[in-house]
């Protein structure tokens, strides 16, 4: 059983800073791609910031130089640092990870329960 354990977010003033943590957790081989999507009120899931396994980054236009994303292999974590935050930054987010599973052919995609993240003006 693999789980998607995530924490932070919160509430905050349009230019402050959160942070958002994932964990992979359970019996797997491996984590490959790791990312964070976001949905916000009325608006279609987004994808925010990838991460591969090597390190390699993708953001979303809307966040470029604003959030970082970030990884620890050896503890199997993903963090999303989230500055000069904007009102149109509120979501729900939501972890999301490629699990290399013992004796399976292709990986398994989990999805972390959600965080709310508010922005304030």
């Known amino acids: 059983q693999v789980q998607l354990v995530e924490s932070g977010g919160g509430s905050v003033q349009a230019g402050g800073s959160l942070a958002l943590s994932c964990a992979v957790v359970?019996?797997?081989?491996?984590?490959?791609?790791m990312a964070w999507y976001r949905q916000a009120p009325g608006k279609e899931t987004e994808m925010v910031a990838s991460?591969?396994?090597?390190?390699?980054?993708n953001y979303a236009d809307s966040v470029k130089g604003r959030f970082t994303i970030s990884r620890d292999n050896a503890r199997n974590t993903m963090t999303l640092q989230m500055n000069d935050l904007k009102p149109w930054d509120t979501a729900v987010y939501y972890c999301?990870?490629?699990?290399?599973?013992?004796?399976?052919?292709?990986?398994?995609?989990?999805w972390g329960q959600g965080r709310r993240v508010t922005v304030s003006s």
């Open positions: 999301n990870a490629e699990v290399i599973m013992p004796m399976a052919f292709s990986p398994h995609i989990y």
């Open positions: 991460i591969r396994g090597g390190g390699s980054t």
């Open positions: 359970g019996s797997f081989v491996s984590v490959a791609d």
